[in-house]
């Protein structure tokens, strides 16, 4: 079946600007993690869903960034009033669940440059 | 709070070497630890999963193995190939939800 699927592949924005970036988790799969990876790091956690509730925040770096997860598949991040310290590729990944044994999916990734 | 180190940061290599890519963790106290592998501009592939009740797990080439107590773990390719060039991640997984990674070692395997 197809794997995690995220859109746009590549985003360019200016400073100030909103953005909006989309995760398709694979089906079924009821855990959604978003991670942000910097160059030459590896990703940082940012966000986890369990449905559609956001079971764990804590690494959103400030109030400008959000995510939704409404119906408990597709999930968009949100960052507002964009800075060029965004500028990263934003990970998506899935879990069945999030039992602490599942495996994550992980993928493609949203490559944001915030001129 | 956990930390993943990955020493070096690259290593090059000619083909059909046996390697061994290191990696360590601060707080033993992990569900379980994967490792990943990275293409320049691509997503991450899961390429093994140690659950923390494990010693080792393996794929084809690849064999990893966890030592919880100690912190350690280490990915093994046998007979490397100039495919095998890419960078290698690990993550340990200490809640229900985040991985916790290094900052990947990048492999290049010459032919």
């Known amino acids: 079946g197809a794997g995690v699927s995220q859109t746009p592949s590549n985003k360019v924005t200016e400073k100030g600007k909103y953005v909006e970036l989309r995760c398709d988790p694979i089906s079924g799969h009821t855990a959604l993690y978003w991670y942000r990876q910097s160059l030459g790091q590896g990703p940082e956690f940012l966000i986890y869903f369990q449905g559609t509730g956001a079971a764990d925040d804590s690494g959103l770096p400030n109030d400008r960034f959000f995510a939704v997860r409404p119906e408990g598949s597709v999930s968009t991040l949100k960052i507002q009033r964009t800075e060029r310290g965004d500028s990263a590729v934003y990970l998506c990944?899935?879990?069945?669940?999030?039992?602490?044994?599942?495996?994550?999916?992980f993928g493609p990734g949203t490559r944001l440059t915030v001129l | 709070k956990q930390e993943v180190t990955q020493i070096p940061a690259a290593l090059s290599v000619p083909e059909g070497e046996n390697l061994v890519l290191n990696c360590s963790f601060t707080d033993s106290a992990i569900y379980n630890l994967q490792w990943f592998r990275q293409d320049p501009g691509k997503g991450l592939t899961s390429l093994l999963l140690i659950q923390s009740s494990q010693r080792e797990q393996t794929s084809g080439r690849l064999n990893a193995s966890l030592d919880k107590s100690s912190g350690r773990s280490t990915l093994y390719i046998a007979a490397s190939q100039p495919g095998d060039s890419a960078t290698y991640l690990c993550a340990v997984k200490e809640t229900n939800s985040k991985l916790t990674f290094g900052k990947g070692i990048t492999l290049s395997v010459r032919p």
């Open positions: 990944a899935s879990s069945l669940t999030g039992q602490e044994y599942n495996e994550q999916f």
